[in-house]
């Protein structure tokens, strides 16, 4: 009988979290419900015969290229805010303060 989850996704949280060097962020990721939705398919497939296998650990592969994306997303949009507030913080300490906008 196939497992609802997979016996060891906190260890590989904790793995990952570590290897980042970001050992404080597991606990977040470990409420991921698509990191959970992984966890589930992974271990479903570990109890499944290899067609139904392949079939469950192609979706998992599909969130987490999913998740991939919504990480680097996230980063970029930092990255953007950072960028954004950097400027407007310069635009600030100009003589004469921040240019006034265009009408």
Same mark, same amino acid.
């Given at each position: 009988?196939?497992?609802?989850?997979?016996?060891?996704?906190?260890?590989?949280?904790?793995?990952?979290?570590?290897?980042?060097?970001?050992?404080? $962020? /597991?606990?977040? *990721?470990?409420? #991921? !419900?698509?990191? &959970?939705?992984?966890?589930?398919?992974?271990?479903? %497939? =570990?109890? @499944?015969? $290899? /067609?139904?296998? *392949?079939?469950? #650990? !192609?979706?998992? &592969?599909?969130?987490?290229?999913?998740?991939?994306? %919504? =990480?680097? @997303?996230?980063?970029?949009?930092?990255?953007?805010?950072? !960028?954004?507030? &950097?400027?407007?913080?310069?635009?600030?300490?100009?003589?004469?303060?921040?240019?006034?906008?265009?009408?």
């Amino acid at each position: 009988m196939p497992t609802d989850r997979f016996p060891d996704t906190a260890a590989f949280v904790e793995a990952a979290a570590a290897e980042l060097g970001r050992p404080e $962020a /597991a606990a977040r *990721a470990r409420r #991921l !419900a698509a990191l &959970a939705a992984v966890g589930r398919l992974c271990g479903r %497939a =570990a109890g @499944a015969d $290899a /067609a139904r296998s *392949a079939d469950l #650990l !192609a979706t998992a &592969a599909s969130l987490c290229d999913g998740l991939r994306v %919504a =990480a680097r @997303a996230a980063e970029l949009m930092r990255i953007d805010a950072g !960028a954004t507030t &950097a400027t407007a913080r310069h635009e600030a300490d100009r003589p004469g303060g921040p240019t006034p906008p265009i009408p």
